[in-house]
């Protein structure tokens, strides 16, 4: 099985990306997951005071007002979406043509669809927090893990589209670890996940980032969403 | 030869409705399947004709597509309305999904309990003012080109001025201080195939009323 590695072109140094986030997941993490899985380095600069947000927006680099940033390429790009795009297709992680593509589309947008019900929880009242956090296992049990199971029982394929690893692989591992957090038996009755996701964890980018110590962040806990609240004036 | 796409939905905008403008501008004509019950819902679902049990869905090149934005990229790339490259590809995307967040806020006022709906009202506008219309007033400004991305009418500027339509709906004083957002929205509007789109008759649809705002919510069993 290949991993996936940038080659910068010759006699160029290619800048390392340089991203703009709270120290968290939420809306970033999956854009730490893409570069990692390509093998990216990057720089982080992490939002800690109202100080340093009025400054990036002063200096222009907030399209509208919002992070995750991300230098890249000459471009000041924000919305992770938008971001998790272009490096998917930057780094051959999108498919080989438009079918392809649109397959890998739905499934990334399915999984992004879970992993953002779960950031959304942290920031709401404990007991609402609760309930939501059930309704994703739930969600994730009947409507999404079900379908991932019959794509890759349907082909037979190690990964889940174009027999090639792609952003959905990456999404799916990262969704699937998240509700495993939550649940850690979630997957009792997905076989071919469980395979999935043991395939995936041992290619050697990823094997990488999930070893401590890495850029990957921890669950949202309370110090977290007191830095947003104050950093964003909510 | 290619039938026509075939949207399914209910009878009204929602999620649906930016596909319906990208592919009327597009020029591509698509026939509409309505959700009218729960049970047409529960029907689609027990076809597995929905990945996520989800609408919107579109039948399209032998393919059931569900998930707005996959829908939209897709339609978007086939018709050449997605830039030359990767980096107008990633401004595209940076503008589409400021609107689709304006958008999204827009669309679920209806829904929104009626003790909240001023406020909601209040932040609406005061995103629209101070942080939606400036920043693309500023990229039109910033190059001074007819179109947002490339010199060229890509997605972009289809989804923002469905969007404009919508600010206006809330409050047409909204629009006043955005000269070139303002001809942007006529240049977009006089283009043969959304002129066509904006016309009576056309499958546009209306803003939501009581009885269909009812509608959607039995059908969508949403309390």
Same mark, same amino acid.
Request: proline share 5%.
């Given at each position: 099985?290949?991993?996936?590695?940038?080659?910068?072109?010759?006699?160029? !140094?290619?800048?390392?990306?340089?991203?703009?986030?709270?120290?968290?997941?939420?809306?970033?993490?999956?854009?730490?997951?893409?570069?990692?899985?390509?093998?990216?380095?990057?720089?982080?600069?992490? =939002?800690?005071?109202?100080?340093?947000?009025?400054?990036?927006?002063?200096?222009?680099?907030?399209?509208?007002?919002?992070?995750?940033?991300?230098?890249?390429?000459?471009?000041? =790009?924000?919305?992770?979406?938008?971001?998790?795009?272009?490096?998917?297709?930057?780094?051959?992680?999108?498919?080989?043509? =438009?079918?392809?593509?649109?397959? !890998?589309?739905?499934?990334?947008?399915?999984?992004?669809?879970?992993?953002?019900?779960?950031?959304?929880?942290?920031?709401?009242?404990?007991?609402?927090?609760?309930?939501?956090?059930?309704?994703?296992?739930?969600?994730?049990?009947?409507?999404?893990?079900?379908?991932?199971?019959?794509?890759?029982?349907?082909?037979?394929?190690?990964?889940?589209?174009?027999?090639?690893?792609?952003?959905?692989?990456?999404?799916?591992?990262?969704?699937?670890?998240? &509700?495993?957090? =939550?649940?850690?038996?979630?997957?009792?009755?997905?076989?071919?996940?469980?395979?999935?996701?043991?395939?995936?964890?041992?290619?050697?980018?990823?094997?990488?980032?999930?070893?401590?110590?890495?850029?990957?962040?921890?669950?949202?806990?309370?110090?977290? &969403?007191? &830095? &947003?609240?104050?950093?964003?004036?909510? | 030869?290619?039938?026509?796409?075939?949207?399914?939905?209910?009878?009204?905008?929602?999620?649906?409705?930016?596909?319906?403008?990208?592919?009327?501008?597009?020029?591509?004509?698509?026939?509409?399947?309505?959700?009218?019950?729960?049970?047409?819902?529960?029907?689609?679902?027990?076809?597995?004709?929905?990945?996520?049990?989800?609408?919107?869905?579109?039948?399209?090149?032998?393919?059931?597509?569900?998930?707005?934005?996959?829908?939209?990229?897709?339609?978007?790339?086939?018709?050449?309305?997605?830039?030359?490259?990767?980096?107008?590809?990633?401004?595209?995307?940076?503008?589409?999904?400021?609107?689709?967040?304006?958008?999204?806020?827009?669309?679920?006022?209806?829904?929104?309990?009626?003790?909240?709906?001023?406020?909601?009202?209040?932040?609406?506008?005061?995103?629209?003012?101070?942080?939606?219309?400036?920043?693309?007033?500023?990229?039109?400004?910033?190059?001074?080109?007819?179109?947002?991305?490339?010199?060229?009418?890509?997605?972009?500027?289809?989804?923002?001025?469905? @969007?404009?339509?919508?600010?206006?709906?809330?409050?047409?004083?909204? @629009?006043?201080?955005?000269? @070139? @957002?303002?001809?942007?929205?006529?240049?977009?509007?006089?283009?043969?195939?959304?002129?066509?789109?904006?016309?009576?008759?056309?499958?546009?649809?209306?803003?939501?009323?009581?009885?269909?705002?009812?509608?959607?919510?039995?059908?969508?069993?949403?309390?």
């Amino acid at each position: 099985m290949t991993s996936v590695a940038i080659k910068p072109k010759p006699g160029v !140094i290619a800048a390392k990306p340089k991203l703009c986030y709270f120290r968290g997941r939420c809306r970033m993490e999956s854009i730490h997951w893409l570069l990692a899985a390509a093998g990216v380095e990057f720089e982080e600069e992490f =939002l800690e005071t109202r100080e340093q947000y009025e400054k990036l927006q002063k200096d222009g680099h907030l399209l509208f007002g919002q992070v995750p940033l991300v230098e890249i390429d000459g471009m000041v =790009l924000t919305q992770t979406r938008a971001i998790l795009s272009y490096l998917a297709a930057k780094y051959n992680l999108r498919g080989k043509d =438009l079918k392809e593509a649109v397959r !890998i589309d739905m499934y990334a947008d399915g999984t992004l669809d879970l992993m953002m019900m779960i950031a959304q929880a942290a920031f709401k009242p404990p007991e609402e927090k609760e309930e939501d956090l059930a309704l994703v296992v739930q969600k994730a049990k009947t409507r999404y893990f079900p379908v991932f199971e019959k794509i890759l029982k349907d082909h037979g394929e190690d990964f889940l589209v174009g027999n090639t690893f792609s952003w959905a692989d990456i999404q799916l591992l990262e969704a699937i670890l998240m &509700v495993e957090e =939550l649940n850690a038996s979630v997957l009792s009755d997905f076989p071919l996940l469980k395979a999935f996701k043991t395939r995936i964890s041992n290619m050697s980018t990823i094997k990488k980032f999930l070893q401590p110590g890495r850029q990957r962040q921890p669950p949202p806990d309370g110090r977290y &969403v007191e &830095v &947003v609240r104050n950093v964003l004036q909510l | 030869m290619a039938g026509k796409p075939l949207l399914h939905y209910f009878d009204g905008r929602g999620r649906m409705e930016c596909i319906r403008w990208l592919l009327a501008a597009a020029g591509v004509e698509f026939d509409e399947k309505f959700i009218e019950t729960s049970e047409d819902l529960d029907k689609l679902r027990n076809d597995g004709s929905l990945m996520f049990q989800q609408v919107p869905m579109v039948e399209i090149d032998g393919m059931k597509l569900v998930q707005t934005r996959a829908i939209l990229n897709y339609i978007a790339s086939k018709y050449n309305l997605y830039g030359r490259d990767i980096k107008e590809r990633a401004l595209i995307d940076m503008y589409t999904e400021g609107v689709c967040d304006l958008g999204e806020m827009i669309m679920l006022l209806p829904l929104c309990p009626p003790a909240e709906k001023d406020t909601k009202l209040a932040q609406i506008r005061e995103k629209t003012t101070n942080r939606y219309l400036p920043a693309f007033e500023k990229v039109l400004k910033s190059h001074g080109q007819e179109y947002l991305v490339g010199n060229r009418l890509s997605r972009a500027d289809v989804h923002l001025v469905e @969007l404009l339509y919508y600010v206006e709906e809330v409050d047409p004083s909204l @629009l006043a201080s955005f000269p @070139l @957002l303002k001809a942007l929205k006529s240049r977009v509007s006089n283009l043969p195939t959304v002129k066509k789109f904006l016309q009576p008759g056309s499958q546009r649809k209306p803003p939501l009323d009581e009885k269909s705002l009812e509608k959607a919510m039995k059908i969508f069993r949403i309390k």
